[in-house]
């Protein structure tokens, strides 16, 4: 028995490429007033990964984000996972105790 193409073998970052595509218009986060769809998640990630290469990020590194809750947690986390680095949130509220 072939078992070659029994798994798929997608990325994380390939999640928000293939929703783009079957559900463009569908809302995919909502973040207080903000909503965005499976194409605009995908395009503001792919945005993030072109900036992230540009800044010399590339595959296998940790990034660390320091940030507040917001829909851009999500557009990190697949922005970086398309270009294979891995997302490290650091709490904003830790303080030197």
Do not use: W
């Amino acid at each position: 028995m072939d078992t070659t193409n029994m798994f798929h073998r997608d990325t994380i970052g390939d999640i928000s490429r293939r929703s783009a595509a079957r559900y463009p218009n569908q809302t995919a986060v909502i973040f207080r007033d903000k909503e965005l769809t499976f194409y605009e998640l995908d395009k503001a990630a792919c945005r993030f990964a072109h900036l992230m290469l540009e800044y010399d990020i590339e595959k296998g590194d940790r990034v660390a984000v320091l940030a507040y809750n917001s829909h851009f947690y999500p557009i990190a986390l697949l922005g970086l996972a398309k270009i294979g680095a891995t997302q490290v949130p650091v709490n904003y509220m830790l303080n030197g105790e």
